[in-house]
């Protein structure tokens, strides 16, 4: 009967990552991997769905995407909503970073796109920031969002190959490398996704006991 007890009470709770893009999930899970919890992914609980990301901020997408997964898992889920905003282009692709280059394009579109708009901008004036909101949706409606961000520079042509999205164009401030020439655990150490992640953990953590 003991051990049954101290087996329960070593059991972790699952949390559920909220994204159908493997890339993130791979990133998110490494973040959060030291922490006490079962994390899991969308595809523990097929079958998978869509989702329309409809709102106007990464706040407003990030609850969006949360709810759903709360609603098809009934589990605690978080989603994040990661958005580059370049200062040249008064913050855009930002909430639009996904479909920047249009509705079905690529990440090779969208990054063609970006380097086309600063084809003749400066280094000086190349300044953009990544900046990601986790919203954290619990099954019995409580919600919560934090924010991470990571400023940078958009270089003048595609480096590297690691990594996902605008990765090879970002090269964060203080660093010689793209994001996407860096090992993910570097990456994962300085992210908007590590620094937003990294505050719901340790909120999560807080609240483990009524989980
Ligand atoms: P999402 O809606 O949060 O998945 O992100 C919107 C878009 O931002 C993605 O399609 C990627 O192009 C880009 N993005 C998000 N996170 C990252 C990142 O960590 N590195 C590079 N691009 C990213």
């Known amino acids: 009967m003991k051990t049954q007890v101290k087996k329960t009470a070593r059991r972790k709770s699952a949390i559920v990552i909220g994204t159908h893009n493997l890339h993130k999930l791979k990133e998110i899970k490494k973040i959060l991997g030291p922490l006490p919890f079962d994390i899991q992914g969308l595809d523990q609980y097929p079958p998978a769905y869509t989702v329309r990301e409809t709102g106007k901020t990464?706040?407003?997408n990030a609850l969006i995407k949360a709810r759903a997964a709360r609603k098809h898992t009934g589990r605690v889920c978080l989603s994040d909503d990661t958005g580059l905003e370049v200062k040249f282009l008064n913050?855009?692709?930002?909430?639009?970073?996904?479909?920047?280059?249009?509705?079905?394009?690529?990440?090779?579109?969208?990054?063609?796109?970006?380097?086309?708009?600063?084809?003749?901008?400066?280094?000086?004036?190349?300044?953009?920031?990544?900046?990601?909101?986790?919203a954290v949706a619990f099954p019995g409606g409580e919600e919560q969002v934090f924010e991470g961000k990571c400023p940078g520079v958009i270089?003048?042509?595609?480096?590297?190959?690691?990594?996902?999205?605008?990765?090879?164009?970002?090269?964060?401030?203080?660093?010689?490398?793209?994001f996407?020439?860096?090992?993910?655990?570097?990456?994962?150490?300085?992210?908007?996704?590590?620094?937003?992640?990294?505050?719901?953990?340790?909120?999560?953590?807080?609240?483990?006991?009524?989980m």
Do not use: W
């Open 91 to 134: 913050g855009a692709p930002g909430v639009y970073s996904a479909r920047f280059a249009g509705p079905k394009c690529s990440y090779q579109d969208n990054n063609r796109k970006l380097l086309q708009k600063l084809s003749r901008v400066p280094q000086s004036q190349r300044q953009a920031v990544f900046r990601c909101v986790v």
């Open 155 to 178: 270089v003048d042509e595609s480096k590297g190959s690691k990594g996902f999205g605008y990765d090879p164009l970002f090269k964060p401030l203080g660093q010689q490398k793209t």
């Open 180 to 210: 996407a020439q860096m090992p993910l655990y570097i990456k994962n150490k300085i992210s908007h996704r590590y620094k937003a992640f990294r505050k719901a953990a340790q909120f999560l953590k807080t609240r483990k006991k009524s």
């Open 58 to 60: 990464l706040e407003a």
